[in-house]
């Protein structure tokens, strides 16, 4: 799986469109092999993102669990210790994700 794609389930607050359709986005680049798409394929590509991104939106607001919310600050710190133990420093951050 790609390592950006992030868990958007079960999140207060919820995830957001935008966060739904950058895991979109790199799911249709990931199965497609194309960071860009060439212009031929460039309305094809873009109609994937969009349904990939409408059915991520739909599963998302339609999960249903009895585990509680998870904080994104907490979730945050916790990735950034991974990386830190891992690779010895802060990973970089990505547009999408708040700073603590």
Known sequence: MCRNIRMLANFAPPAT?????ASAL???RKVSGANKPSKANEELFNQAVE???AAAERLVAG???????RDRDI???KH???SRLRFGKEPKRTPI???P
């Open 17 to 21: 469109a935008a966060e739904i359709r």
């Open 26 to 28: 790199q799911f249709v």
């Open 97 to 99: 994700e708040p700073i």
């Open 80 to 82: 950034i210790e991974r």
């Open 75 to 77: 979730e945050i710190r």
């Open 63 to 69: 999960w249903v669990t009895s585990a509680p919310p």
């Open 51 to 53: 349904e990939v991104a």
